[in-house]
């Protein structure tokens, strides 16, 4: 199995401040389509998780521009420009490259 | 707007058989995959499987001699089966879908507690 790693996790943040999370697999995450499945999943407390990125960089649906995602082959990194107090939770990167999908094991961003 | 909604027991013994349902209203089964994932009390998220666009199934390996996932488009439902329970799988368990490319986040249920105990 593709193995996640992330750090911090847990990051405490001044509000209006900028997020960095860092997030490293195992192998590399190019798939043999040439395209790279590693999402990020937002968690806030007492919900499902929802998506933010997919493909390394893509926005979803819905998702503010202060969220951004980069890296390639096994480095990746979720930024958030400016932290709201909505943004509190825990983000986890997931690989959809390889059976079966693994995800990190969470980073908790808080308000400080 | 597609909404997934899920039900099944909330309490097992050990050594029973877990049985969820997920509902998708507003949307069919042709053009995406399905998953079951599920997220132990405090922890982390462990993907179980996924039901892809060809009715194919795959499983993660650490349940895949007790887990089923099947679907029944007449009633636009898919379901999870997970036999032999142990205290280990006391998780909330969410169904998901997303399209290629995607392959899962787009659409959540609300999650289902289910609990392992004697």
């Known amino acids: 199995d593709i193995v996640m790693t992330q750090t911090p996790l847990s990051s405490p943040v001044t509000l209006g401040q900028p997020a960095s999370i860092s997030c490293r697999s195992s192998?590399?995450?190019?798939?043999?389509?040439?395209?790279?499945?590693l999402s990020w999943l937002q968690q806030r407390p007492g919900q499902p998780p929802r998506l933010l990125i997919y493909?390394?960089?893509n926005r979803f649906s819905g998702v503010p521009d202060r969220f951004s995602g980069s890296g390639a082959g096994t480095d990746f990194t979720l930024k958030i420009s400016r932290v709201e107090a909505e943004d509190v939770g825990v983000y986890y990167c997931?690989?959809?490259?390889?059976?079966?999908?693994?995800f990190g094991p969470g980073t908790k961003v808080e308000i400080k | 707007q597609v909404q997934l909604q899920q039900w099944g027991a909330g309490l097992l013994k050990p050594s029973e058989t877990l049985s969820l349902t997920c509902a998708v209203y507003?949307?069919?089964?042709?053009?995406?995959?399905w998953s079951w994932i599920r997220q132990p009390p405090g922890r982390g998220l462990e993907w179980i499987g996924e039901?892809?666009?060809?009715?194919?199934?795959n499983y993660n390996p650490s349940v895949k001699s007790r887990v089923t996932i099947s679907v029944d488009t007449s009633k636009n439902q898919f379901s999870l089966k997970l036999s032999s329970v142990t205290a280990a799988d006391t998780a909330v368990y969410y169904c998901?879908?997303?399209?290629?490319?995607?392959?899962?986040?787009?659409?959540w249920g609300q999650g289902t507690l289910v609990t392992v105990s004697s």
């Open positions: 997931v690989q959809l490259t390889q059976f079966p999908f693994t």
């Open positions: 507003g949307g069919s089964f042709s053009d995406y995959f």
């Open positions: 493909e390394i960089s």
């Open positions: 998901t879908r997303g399209p290629v490319g995607i392959w899962f986040g787009e659409s």
């Open positions: 192998q590399r995450l190019v798939h043999s389509d040439g395209n790279t499945y």
């Open positions: 039901l892809n666009q060809s009715g194919g199934t």
